[in-house]
């Protein structure tokens, strides 16, 4: 994240569009969640899904997220929007 947006992106993310909400539901996702590290704009989201591959899949078609995206581009440092998944490696049940 841009340092200078932080605030700003923090903002957004609690008017997130109720058709952005409908496309997560339908794609399958659940328990979203973000987390920011303020010192140095790293964020970190999180969700579940009982198919995360498909679920990312149906996003990636829906309607609303390139208009999401778009909306979201200015938050982020160059090069800072791209996205991995990090593999998991333990879990407390």
Do not use: C, I, T
Not at 62 to 84: I, L, T
């Amino acid at each position: 994240m841009r340092p200078e947006k932080l605030v700003d992106d923090v903002a957004a993310h609690q008017h997130v569009w109720g058709e952005m909400w409908e496309a997560l539901a339908a794609a399958g996702w659940r328990n979203y969640s973000l987390f920011l590290q303020a010192e140095d704009g790293m964020v970190v989201g999180y969700f579940e899904a009982d198919d995360v591959d498909a679920a990312q899949d149906a996003m990636s078609h829906a309607a609303v997220s390139p208009r999401w995206e778009a909306a979201m581009a200015e938050y982020f440092a160059p090069g800072g929007g791209d996205k991995q998944v990090l593999p998991q490696y333990f879990h407390l049940p």
